[in-house]
């Protein structure tokens, strides 16, 4: 079974620095990934994901994660962090176990925008 | 909007007593997940469904049964709650085959255990 590991449980900076959210998973042969946020009171919404193809990819809102397969991550990463950006993030692998791709969740690294 | 609503939103139970929490979905998604959020923890899954009357236990199921007798509605049972119960619970449906497609969730139900 997957683990994924979140190397951070908070994060504080201010607004518009940069910021790197970690995450590792444990190997395998084919895996897909996935960063979710979550606001307060709500349930998580899918940030962005990473299939297949070009091993940078990003979000409508200006975060982006790279697949790193040799070293098992998938950072997030935004420039220039909003107050808006303060949540909680979710980083996710699936793999095929049993026939069906569960879906296996980090425990979260809470971001936290200072004015 | 991915068209799932879970009810209750909030419910207070005590110890002891069984626990009902409704997922109902829109969409006619054949993947259904049930998941616990706890401070520290994040998400674990506790049951998901790949189908009508088709369902498996995920890591943390001890204590909780499901049931799926219609498509768009998944069922979590808390057979005898407990305070170890106490937890935000999260529906979540899949909008492809379950191959690599990302999740869609409900509000969650939030579950006092007294």
């Known amino acids: 079974a997957q683990s994924v590991t979140q190397l951070d449980s908070q994060v504080p900076v201010f607004e518009e620095a940069p910021v790197e959210l970690r995450c590792n998973y444990s190997?395998?042969?084919?895996?897909?990934l996935f960063w979710y946020v979550q606001y307060p009171n709500q349930g998580l919404q899918l940030l962005l994901k990473?299939?297949?193809?070009?091993?940078l990819v990003e979000s409508i809102n200006g975060f982006e994660a790279e697949f790193n397969k040799s070293q098992t991550s998938f950072h997030l990463r935004k420039p220039s962090v909003h107050i808006s950006d303060t949540a909680e993030y979710f980083c996710a692998v699936s793999d095929l176990t049993g026939g069906s791709y569960i879906p296996t969740f980090g425990r979260g690294t809470s971001l936290i925008v200072h004015p | 909007d991915a068209g799932i609503t879970q009810s209750p939103r909030h419910k207070v139970t005590e110890t002891g007593t069984p626990v009902t929490l409704r997922c109902h979905q829109t969409?006619?998604?054949?993947?259904m997940y049930w998941y616990r959020q706890d401070p520290g923890h994040g998400l674990r899954l506790i049951h998901y469904s790949y189908g009508v009357k088709d369902t498996d236990k995920g890591e943390v199921s001890d204590g909780y049964s499901v049931s799926r007798s219609k498509t768009e509605d998944f069922l979590l049972t808390l057979e005898s709650a407990t305070s170890s119960q106490t937890s935000v619970y999260f529906c979540?449906?899949?909008?492809?085959?379950?191959?690599?497609?990302?999740?869609?969730f409900g509000n969650g139900t939030r579950l006092t255990v007294t």
């Open positions: 990473y299939l297949s193809g070009s091993t």
């Open positions: 190997s395998s042969v084919s895996v897909y």
């Open positions: 979540a449906i899949s909008e492809g085959t379950g191959y690599g497609s990302p999740l869609h």
């Open positions: 969409e006619n998604h054949r993947y």
